[in-house]
């Protein structure tokens, strides 16, 4: 089959490679019915994360089941299935607790950039559909599979409550995610900081009331402003870079709550800053499993849209293309159609 290999920063070829097969007996081949590329990708094609041998690229999925292992219980073959990108077995101290992208037996999905993949852990990972869905829904249950799901879940550790105000710091993919989450949440006011129209109208559509070009000391003067001089009770980070993290951090009210779901890069902090900011943090892998049942429901009941996130739809061939788009910022997000 075809698959996407990154081989060095910058060369991402979509080549031939050996079928995916049962390795494990707790493991499910699945054929997507889409793929897509992550922002987080983009980190090792921009030569920001070592890249010492090809690989195997994509972890975000849905499809339909067409093998499984011995021991699989919980999905069948022919069943639609969506997992996270944290593969866990959803039965340890660490995944009862609700964080499995923490299990103890936790890997990362890989080479779902592909028309089939192989998931371990398959009845802790995937969540079935009760039917199979209708196509025009299979962008919106892909993005739950991460996008979706990491947006979400820094909204929930930003403790977005009804009536709150939110700031989100980012308008990659997640988050604007995140401000569909926390619209969802009930958040009363949402700030997206965003300098780019196409993305300012789409965090306008998934839920901001506010949009705040600025950054650094101006873009948190803005903030104030817009907060009488408070700041936000929930700030939602979405980068991963030093400067989001110190946008986030002065954004925040005294007692606020950030959720940073960005992957770190150069990040460092202040312990005096934080001592005296009394800001909560929440963050890190989002345990999309959690949230995976909720999130399809939504879904599958027409109450969210998250799939308006790909703003790019290629053919899996050209998916140097794709990653070319999203580097220089032409495509917020790009489905692969396998």
């Not at 010492?52 to 021991?71: L, N, S, T």
Request: hydrophobic share 40%.
């Amino acid at each position: 089959m075809l698959a996407t290999i990154l081989h060095k920063p910058g060369d991402i070829r979509c080549e031939e490679i050996a079928d995916p097969k049962i390795l494990q007996p707790t493991d499910a081949i699945i054929k997507l019915s889409a793929s897509c590329i992550c922002g987080s990708d983009l980190w090792p094609y921009r030569g920001l994360q070592p890249v010492d041998r090809p690989m195997h690229m994509g972890h975000e999925y849905c499809g339909v089941v067409v093998e499984i292992g011995a021991e699989v219980r919980t999905v069948r073959p022919g069943q639609f299935v969506v997992g996270s990108f944290c593969i866990s077995d959803n039965t340890c101290p660490h995944c009862r607790f609700g964080f499995q992208s923490s299990c103890v037996q936790r890997e990362f999905m890989s080479g779902a950039q592909a028309p089939y993949a192989r998931v371990p852990l398959a009845d802790g990972t995937l969540v079935a559909t009760a039917e199979v869905p209708s196509a025009d829904l299979v962008p919106d249950l892909l993005a739950v599979s991460d996008v979706l799901g990491t947006g979400w879940y820094a909204a929930d550790a930003a403790e977005v409550r009804e009536g709150s105000t939110v700031v989100v710091v980012g308008d990659g993919a997640v988050g604007l995610m995140g401000v569909l989450a926390a619209k969802e949440m009930g958040a009363e006011r949402i700030v997206a900081m965003s300098r780019h129209e196409s993305r300012q109208k789409l965090a306008r559509e998934f839920g901001a009331t506010d949009i705040v070009a600025e950054r650094g000391e101006e873009g948190v003067a803005r903030v104030k402003d817009l907060t009488g001089g408070v700041g936000a009770d929930s700030v939602l980070e979405c980068v991963g870079t030093m400067e989001s993290f110190d946008q986030a951090l002065a954004c925040s009210r005294p007692g606020g709550t950030i959720g940073y779901v960005g992957v770190p890069h150069g990040v460092n902090f202040d312990g005096q800053r934080l001592f005296f900011g009394q800001k909560r943090m929440l963050g890190g892998p989002a345990p999309v499993r959690r949230f995976l049942p909720d999130l399809m429901d939504r879904v599958l009941k027409g109450k969210i849209k998250p799939g308006k996130v790909f703003d790019l739809q290629l053919p899996l061939a050209e998916v140097a293309d794709g990653y070319c788009a999203m580097d220089e910022r032409r495509a917020i997000k790009v489905l692969l159609r396998v």
